[in-house]
């Protein structure tokens, strides 16, 4: 199992960036395929972007693409996700989560999130 913690959320104004990041425990990161979501107020949890074990493979919400940028440092057992030219749309609690590779591989070919472990979340807010 796996605990992830959030961090680097705020306050930011519309067309400002902000970097997150995620501390994953355990000694098996490269293990886990990582992602970050996000909830805003009276809407459902959706998905922003993830990454493979190896950081080789990344994907993106059409929402956020060419904005942001997922990175991962298996060696810090770290994930971050870059944010820029932010909008006030992008006001949310955002949330890392990982997936065993497998889990990850199946759960995504199935149309699934490919997530099995979720942190507690970071808000940003982006005022306009």
């Known amino acids: 199992q796996v605990q992830l913690v959030e961090s680097g959320g705020g306050l930011v104004q519309a067309g400002g960036s902000l970097r997150l990041s995620c501390a994953a425990s355990g000694r098996t990161f490269s293990s886990y395929a990582m992602g970050w979501f996000r909830q805003a107020p009276g809407k459902e949890r959706e998905f922003v972007a993830d990454?493979?074990?190896?950081?080789?493979?990344?994907n993106y919400a059409d929402s956020v693409k060419g904005r942001f940028t997922i990175s991962r440092d298996n060696a810090k057992n770290t994930v971050y996700l870059e944010m820029n030219s932010l909008k006030p749309e992008d006001t949310a609690v955002y949330y890392c989560?990982?997936?065993?590779?497998?889990?990850?591989?199946?759960?995504?070919?199935?149309?699934?999130?490919?997530?099995?472990?979720w942190g507690k979340g970071t808000l940003v807010t982006v005022s306009s």
């Open positions: 989560a990982a997936g065993r590779n497998t889990y990850y591989i199946i759960s995504r070919s199935r149309g699934n999130d490919g997530m099995e472990y």
């Open positions: 990454i493979n074990w190896s950081g080789g493979i990344t």
